[in-house]
Structures are given as C-alpha cells and as structure tokens.
C-alpha cells in the first residue's frame, strides 16, 4: 500500500486533493500530513510545508512539490536532504503559462498600460505600434515552462530570444547560454520574461544592472519567483523611465501586502500568483502517474537537483 501525506497550507485544498489522490491511486492510504502518524508515510505531497513536518517521516521515499519549482521545499530547514524531490509539471501546467506569457508580452507590446490611462481620461490618441516581427522578447529560463513559453512568442511573430544555462536546439527562438552570453541576450529585449527556478544563482537576477542592459524602455515580466527581483532597483527604474512597464505574478512576500507600492504603481500590473496552477483535478493526475512511476523503479524525468537547486 503506498502511504501519502499532503501539506499545501490550505485545509480545503488538502480535503481536495485527498479525495482526488485517494481515488487515483487504487488502494493508498492518502491524509493530511500534519496529522499522519509519525514514520508511516511513503511520500509527502507539499507547497512551503512549515519545519518539523517532513523530518518526523522518517521512512519517506520522496517530496513531491505540488508545483514546478523547489525553492520552497529545499528551504524547509529540517528536510531530510537525502531525499528525491519530484516535481510536478504537466500539459495544464505548461498552457497555462504559455498563455500568461502571451496575454502579457502582447499587453506591454501593444502598449495597454497607456491606453488604460488614456481610456480613464476620456482621451482618444490614435499611435501605432510596431508588429511582433519587429519587437524583441526574450525568455529567461528554457526549460519545460520557459522553452514552451518561447515557442508560444516565436509563434505569435516575435523576435524572440532564450537564455539558459547553455544554449540549445529551439526552433524559431536564438538561444543564449551562461554569464558569457547574457549580456548580448539582455542587449537585444525589449520586452523580458522571467522564467527561471530561483536558487543561489538567480536570486536578485532582475536587479538595477540588468535593467540598464536592456533596451530603453524595456518592460519586464517576473512569472518566475519573487527572490529573482530587487524590488527597489524596478521602482527606480521605472520611475526614472528606463522600464517602461512590468507585470509581476510572484513577491518575496505572498499574499502581496496590501500596502506595498506595487500595487498602486501605474507602471505596474500586479497579478496573485496565478499565471499558473497546478489543480486538483489535472494536477492530480500528473502527480498519481508521477507517483506510481516513481514507486515502480524509483526513476522519473521530473526529479530536481538538489545541488543545482531545481
Ligand atoms: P526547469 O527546471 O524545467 O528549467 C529551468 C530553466 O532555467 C532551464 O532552462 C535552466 O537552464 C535555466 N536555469 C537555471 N539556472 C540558471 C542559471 N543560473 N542561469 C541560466 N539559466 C538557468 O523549470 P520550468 O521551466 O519547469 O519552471 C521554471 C520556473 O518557473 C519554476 O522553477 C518556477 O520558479 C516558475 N514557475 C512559476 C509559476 C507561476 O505560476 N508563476 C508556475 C510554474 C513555474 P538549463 O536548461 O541549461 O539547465
């Protein structure tokens, strides 16, 4: 019998994926984590569990990170760090993103902050913008997520870049690798997407010197964590002119207190964490398949790096 315990913050939320896993996974035993007995669980199913959870499991084969990223599970302080850490990606997970990024990149491409201005004051200005063959984006971060998103752009006729770790094979999307090919990346976008896992390396990433790389008036879009902005150095730089905009999906600090300065910043389009879900009715299902492949041989292609940090 495979054994799971699910932490994601939010008592309904666990009521339902219980339920669903339950169903999915004939004949396992699934329950709130919190609540399972000591050393009896196979696997933990978490977003941000709280210290002291994973640790009192001591027969758990794997984490699971309902989720892409592993940031908030190899930040829990007590976690057993021999342990596999699964990630959950998934068709739904990856389209909802692909869609996020399109709505966004097209919003600052076709200038829709100044035409909501113009709109509250009764204004009518006829401008043209130019089309997406002549508007450089760029894609940090090409994994399953990032990768998608810059085929999405190269697809919609955008001049479209990637920057990883190394470069690759992307058709319709000039590929960018490591510290040497950043800068020529950042050089070319006029509108920049976020899309990398937060760790040791990418954390403060969109700060103040990366803005003034960009080209004049660049707009920025963080879908990826919050620890990769410097908030202050985006207030400055859009303040100053240099950013013409940014939407921001992700904060150090979430829920987004009600009186941070993002959200009343009219060069600013905050949303809730919501470019992408992982929902239990497809997430679930993404997970039970992870699961039982994983039981089988203990392989599966979604297994973070610890060391790397995703
Ligand atoms: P993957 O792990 O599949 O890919 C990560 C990508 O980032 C890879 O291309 C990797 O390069 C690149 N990368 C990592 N570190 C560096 C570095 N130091 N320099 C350059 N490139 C780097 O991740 P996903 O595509 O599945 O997800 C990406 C992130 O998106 C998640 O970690 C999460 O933070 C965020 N996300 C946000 C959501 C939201 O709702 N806002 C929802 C889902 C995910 P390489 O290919 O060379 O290894």
Redesign the pocket.
Known sequence: MIRIGVWLGDRNEDRDWIARLATLIPGARVEGLAEAVPDTLDYALVWAPPEGLLSRQAALKAVISV???VDHVLRVADLPRHLPILRT?GPD?VQR?REYVALHVLAHHRDLMDTDARQARAEWQVFVTPTANRRRVGVM??????AACAQTLAALGFDTAG????PRDLPGVRTYG?EAGLAEFLDRCEILVC?????A??ADILNAGLFARLAPGAAVIN???GGHLVEADLLAALDAGRLSGATL??FRTEPLPPDHPFWRHPRIRVTP?????VDPDSGARVVAQNILAFDRDGTLPDIADPGRG?
């Open positions: 989720g892409a990223g990606t997970m993103l971060g090409l994994g399953r997520i990032g920057w990883a770790r190394s490591g899309l990398l896992p937060l760790t390396d990418t879908a990826g964590r999906d992700v964490h919501i470019a992408s879900y995703y």
